[in-house]
């Protein structure tokens, strides 16, 4: 069993920042990929990023060059560090860790305002 908690939501004017926290505990030394998901209301949820075991990372088109996730040298805590914020980025994110099954927290709402 993995617990997964999210952390650092909250309001933010267009073109300011954020870091979101996921930290994993229980079970996890075997994760093998951490990935940041958000849905807006009305919209399927989506892929932000992922990072896998390995180091490497995927970013949604819409972030690139705007949004870094990263982790600690445990790699038990994972972060996501979201720059130039638009409205459009307001939505619940989510961090999804997977260790044979995939295991998702509450969520943390993200409001950007224009």
């Known amino acids: 069993q993995v617990q997964v908690v999210e952390s650092g939501g909250g309001l933010v004017q267009a073109g300011g920042s954020l870091r979101l926290s996921c930290a994993a505990s229980g079970s996890t030394r075997s994760i093998s990929a951490m990935g940041w998901y958000r849905q807006a209301p009305g919209k399927q949820r989506e892929l932000v990023a992922r990072i896998i075991s390995g180091g490497s990372t995927i970013y949604a088109d819409s972030v690139k060059g705007r949004f870094t996730i990263s982790r600690d040298n445990a790699k038990t805590t994972f972060y996501l560090q979201m720059n130039s914020l638009k409205p459009e980025d307001t939505a619940v994110y989510l961090c999804?860790?997977?260790?044979?099954?995939?295991?998702w927290g509450q969520g943390t709402q993200v409001t950007v305002s224009s």
């Open positions: 999804n860790v997977l260790v044979l099954s995939n295991y």
